[in-house]
């Protein structure tokens, strides 16, 4: 009965916040969301880039794009500064594909990306969003995940009713979910894939892949010394810590690939140098800026 009420009063503060800076109550969007929309009903949207994708309010990722019109809006903003036509970029760990989406628009016809994306049925929304939007021309989806060998690894994904449907990960960051689910995918490196693909060279790479970042750049040495390519990398103290990780070992690997490793200011700029012997272990950042300067 009180579903409706929800639902308008939902639709309400996302109205609300447009007007005052584009200031929303996060919290209380996630808490009406899912009250408003306890089962998925999903509908075709456009984010603020004008890309479409097939969002329902029951889930945490599609509840910020429909409510801020996009998700991550930072990291968004960073590629419109530092993507330019005819690159060529990997989105690893795509989820849903919104920041695919936007690589494809901004790379072009004369672009390419990579999206990598072992999760099933995440993976299944994915390939949607890319047909919807008509980028199938510059975009290859690929149904694996990149670690540091080949072969294959069991993955731990939500549930289909999973508030959080970006959290699938190799080092089991959902097992402790009762309704988590186990699958095994296949597994390789990028060095391998730039190999036999061939990607001849890669200019930018995002990397959101709960914890299991260290595993991907260990197979991925010899492209990121020959390309240099700019890097944007989640660093989540507790994902890392679900695989023996820390914050300062990523950071500290980074360098020692040849990068300097800055924050991501708001606005999508390069901010601050984090030093690997100085970082507190605390730190945790949805995102770094990485460039071998």
Known sequence: MLRPLWRVGWFLLCSIGRTFGDVRPRRILDLVGRRAWPDPIHTWRKNRWGDELHLSPSFHIDRNIIALGTYDRDLHLAFEHCVEPGMTCLDVGANLGEMTLHLARLVGAGGRVHAFEPA???????????????????????????????????LTCPSPTEDNQGTASLVDLVSST????TTRVPIMTLDELAERHPIPRIDLVKVDIQGAEPLFLRGADT?????????????????LAHGKATPRALIRQLTEIGYTVRTLR???????????????????????VCRAE
């Open 178 to 181: 009762p309704t988590a689910e």
């Open 266 to 288: 708001r606005g999508g700029t390069a901010g601050v140098r984090i030093d690997p012997v100085t970082v507190d272990e605390s730190f945790d950042v949805p995102n770094v």
């Open 120 to 154: 099933p049925r995440i993976r299944d929304r994915l390939t949607a969003h890319v047909a919807r939007n008509h980028y199938e021309d510059r975009v290859t989806v690929h149904p694996l995940a990149l670690a540091d060998h080949e072969g294959s690894l069991p």
């Open 223 to 239: 492209v990121l010394r020959r390309d240099h390519p700019i890097l944007f990398i989640e660093v989540s103290k507790t994902d």
